[in-house]
């Protein structure tokens, strides 16, 4: 399949650029110490939480697609349900697809603002840790896309930081120490969070005003207080 690529200018809304996500997943970035305690944080603690709310809301079989799969370390712990749930892993960055967990049966490289599947043929569509990096004005281009490709009745599940997040506030700390010993203070762990959910209030809106039902809002216990879970129906 082929998919068209958005250009984000991060100078003017802070978004992020397809160069920016190249550089975040290059092998070298990767493979330092901080990054390598995510990856771990990810299979021990998200990936759990990703496979209960999978289990809780999407059906038994079908195709479900990770829109900005990244390595879909967060996927490993899904069930497949004997071949019943076929995965596919989406993401603009190509190289990173290579490196997806062997959990995911299929690896699209695919713009999230231009979905590369046809109106209404997914079963259902997840991410974690993806809104968060748009504006406003762009996640909602981006929820149009998934309500386009999700099959009607189907549901959508995002995994987006709270402002209140704890895991997060304390990574803010440690990038605040270490940029105060360094000349240049752009050190960070993660692409900058523009999106974050203020409130439960905000999450629901969120959903209503791209035309989904709100089927349930995680407050964050399941993933240790760092993400809020969405879960939305195509009305």
């Not at 019943?84 to 490289?109: E, F, N, S, Y």
């Amino acid at each position: 399949m082929s998919s068209s690529t958005i250009e984000i200018n991060t100078k003017s809304d802070g978004a992020l650029s397809q160069e920016d996500w190249s550089e975040h997943w290059s092998t070298d970035k990767q493979q330092s110490p901080a990054q390598r305690f995510f990856s771990f944080y990810r299979k021990a603690v998200f990936a759990r939480t990703v496979c209960y709310f999978f289990d809780r809301y999407f059906p038994d079989r079908g195709v479900f697609v990770e829109a900005g799969s990244g390595t879909s370390e967060t996927s490993f712990r899904i069930s497949k349900n004997s071949g019943g749930r076929v995965l596919v892993a989406t993401d603009i960055v190509h190289a990173v697809l290579k490196h997806c967990h062997p959990i995911m049966d299929d690896r699209v490289c695919g713009d999230i603002f231009n979905l590369p599947y046809a109106d209404d043929s997914v079963d259902g569509i997840w991410n974690v840790g993806v809104m968060e990096h748009f504006t406003q004005n762009q996640i909602d281009r981006i929820m149009g896309e998934f309500y386009r490709v999700l099959k009607p009745g189907h549901r959508l599940i995002l995994l987006i930081p709270g402002k209140d997040s704890v895991p997060q506030k304390m990574l803010r700390v440690v990038e605040k120490i270490v940029n105060a010993r360094r000349e240049v203070k752009n050190f960070r762990f993660h692409p900058p969070e523009i999106s974050q959910i203020s409130s439960m209030k905000q999450a629901r809106e969120l959903l209503n005003r791209n035309n989904f039902d709100c089927l349930h809002i995680d407050y964050g216990w399941r993933s240790l207080m760092a993400f809020k879970t969405l879960v939305g129906v195509k009305n």
